[in-house]
């Protein structure tokens, strides 16, 4: 009887190796096959995860829509590598983007952060190389940023709106420093520098 029950319980461990292997076989076939997607169709997944190597490759993906209530907290290294996306809208629960995350991003023009980002740190080339990349906005609550730049090779990258103040700014580790840098300010500032706000359509404008 023992045997049995051992027996029948190793049959369905192995059962449920080979299922989850199923899944994983699917869901990569999923993501390659976003490659032959023609380069003209403007592609929108909802997803709750973002893992190591997710969109890697898919130039015809043009756009990703985060699931609604999703808890994302890392967007994994290599996740959007050489993906075609033009722009990306960063939930507020996200606290790390990983190493290389969105490295060559040719067509990426557009990063905004959804408001009260929890994000912390970005790690090592994160954004390299995406060299359509104009302008950021940069959330507050970002601590620290690899010594191995992850703006390196964004040569139009020459605007950064950042949501906190001057003091905060002085206070992060590795930040860019040959990028114009705005400060944000909810109404207009009575004192001369460089601030900004959002404008009434949600976009960032620069205080003139």
Request: hydrophobic fraction near 40%; proline fraction near 3%; aromatic fraction near 12%.
């Amino acid at each position: 009887m023992i045997g049995e029950f051992i027996g029948k319980k190793n049959r369905l461990v192995l059962l449920s190796a080979v299922l989850s292997l199923l899944i994983v076989i699917g869901i990569f076939v999923g993501i390659r096959y976003l490659k032959n997607i023609p380069s003209s169709t403007t592609y929108t997944i909802t997803l709750a995860s973002c893992e190591n190597g997710s969109f890697q490759g898919c130039e015809s993906l043009q756009k990703i829509i985060f699931q609604e209530g999703s808890t994302l907290e890392t967007i994994d290294v290599y996740a959007f590598y050489m993906a075609g996306i033009t722009s990306i809208h960063i939930l507020a629960s996200v606290v790390s983007i990983g190493g290389d995350a969105f490295e060559s991003c040719a067509n990426l023009t557009t990063i905004t952060f959804e408001q009260n980002s929890r994000l912390e740190t970005i790690a090592e080339y994160a954004f390299c190389d995406c060299s359509n990349l104009t302008s950021i906005v940069f959330p507050s609550g970002v601590t620290a940023i690899s010594e191995y730049d992850p703006f390196m090779l964004c040569d139009n990258l020459s605007t950064l709106y950042y949501c906190g103040n001057v003091e905060q700014w002085n206070l992060i580790v590795g930040k860019p420093t040959d990028v114009n840098v705005y400060y944000y300010s909810q109404s207009e500032p009575t004192q001369s520098g460089n601030y900004w706000h959002y404008n009434i359509n949600g976009l960032p404008v620069v205080w003139e």
